[in-house]
């Protein structure tokens, strides 16, 4: 079962993707990393508009929906003659790098949650109750505020574990291996999104590589944040693509609206990543953002399948919400009130935000946190740090886009970070911010090793500064991510 459930989660992704990218030729890896991408944001898209059409929720369903236009496109493809089946070259060095990442992280984010025969922590046993009644029930229709994620909750997350639930008996394996693999396939995605804003595959793959190596980014502790930032990479990638392919709209609205239905305080992050990102191109190219702006507004109508409903609650004092606590797995069912608004965005808010110093981000410690590890490491800080001195140089020399992007990511997900360091008037869950300032940590960093290897005139001193960040890399940031994602994790209060 566990064979049949991947490779239809695999067909699923590939077919809604190719579905709406029939149009990109010729086919590489970066077009089947690229529709793999855009078929996980479509999938809980899709899984919404059959819901509000009161179709129920079935594996078969999705399945035979992703194969419709493959299939008609591959019958019409041997009904003429003159067309050759399209061959897969040899592939570059660049993507076997990738590859192996790829493969290493699949190794450590999917065996590591079967350290312990248990569900971590309290969020998974949350989403186990969510999975089950979707695999169960079909639809996301569950009353509201009895699951503490699903209703008022966007469903994305639980859904596509709830569908792939249906196949495989095990909700335990589920929920631990495609969790971990949902992380892993994140790392492809982020490279093909360097790689377009870079216009280097050297530097992607030295992103890709540092964003796997550093420590806070994304363990595989089971929650949707999982699902949101992977969805991070495929989104942007689409958004700089648009600006050369008014094609690429369609695809880039719906992973936008899978990305809203997934997490809401991740969603306002990607909001704001995304203006910064749309403002950069405005200063410089002062041409192609009026289609993102149109993409992301397609983005947000088709969310409201799910979030006009809720809005309509919350105006009309309706809204219930699941708040969790150590009594109750579905948790106390409340009314949204002043309080929890205000708690949203305090500067002090979330379970593990606190005031952080410098030893947090270059010292590494062998016990972490399991949901957000905290830190980056001193070879990877100190790369960062002289990163942001060449981002100054492109954004007055070089890819303005890409400095002016890269250092306001840097200054928002700093801040976003420190909301209580610096005592800041507003903050939004500053210890999940973690997770995004090490997006143009790796990049900045990437950057400044690029720069140091194309200066070196010498071969050794190229091969020598190639082993010692390398491996400095791998034992002050890679091992102690090793460490915190293969060792055992303790239930939470739910168990």
Known sequence: MATLTFCVFIIILYGLGYSLTRFVKPLNFEVLVLRIGIGLGTFPVLGLLCNTARIPLDWRLFLLLSLLIPLYDLVDFWKREQNKLTILRWPSRHTLWVLMIFAVSVMIYCQGPFVYPWLENDDSWAHAASIKYIAVEKNLNAPQGVFYYLNPYPPAYDFIF???????????????????????????????????????????????????????????????????????????????????????????????????????????????????????????????????????????????????????????????????????????????????????????????????????????????????????????????????????????????????TLLSWMVFTFLGLNSQTFNLPIGLFAFRFWMLLAIPVSILAAEAFYQSIIRADKIFVKGTLWAVVLVGVLISSGYFKFRVNTSLWPFGVFW
């Open 162 to 404: 709830g569908i792939l639930h249906q196949i495989h008996p095990s909700l335990y394996w589920t929920l631990k291996f495609f969790n971990g693999f949902i992380i892993a396939l994140g790392f492809p995605f982020f490279y093909i999104f360097v790689k377009a804003l870079t216009q280097n595959n050297t530097k992607a793959v030295l992103s890709a590589f540092f964003l796997a190596s550093i420590p806070c980014y994304l363990s595989h502790f089971i929650w949707a944040h999982a699902l949101i930032v992977t969805l991070f990479f495929p989104a942007f990638y689409l958004m700089l693509k648009l600006g050369e392919e008014k094609r690429f709209f369609l695809p880039a609205g719906i992973v936008i609206a899978g990305i809203l239905i997934t997490q809401p305080t991740q969603s306002i992050k990607f909001a704001v990543l995304l203006s910064l990102l749309l403002i950069s191109m405005v200063i410089v190219r002062r041409r192609g953002w009026e289609r993102i702006v149109v993409a992301f507004l397609l983005g947000g109508l088709l969310s409201l399948f799910w979030w006009g409903p809720k809005l309509h609650a919350y105006y009309s004092g309706s809204l219930d919400l699941a708040i969790r606590n150590e009594r109750s797995a579905s948790g106390n069912v409340v009314k949204v009130s002043t309080e929890v608004k205000e708690q949203l965005f305090s500067p002090t808010g979330g379970s593990a935000t606190r005031s952080y110093t410098w030893q947090d981000y270059i010292i590494m410690k062998k016990g972490n946190m399991i949901n957000n590890p905290v830190g980056i490491g001193p070879v990877l800080s100190l790369l960062a740090l002289l990163g942001i001195w060449y981002g100054v140089q492109h954004v007055r020399n070089g890819d303005r886009v890409y400095g002016l």
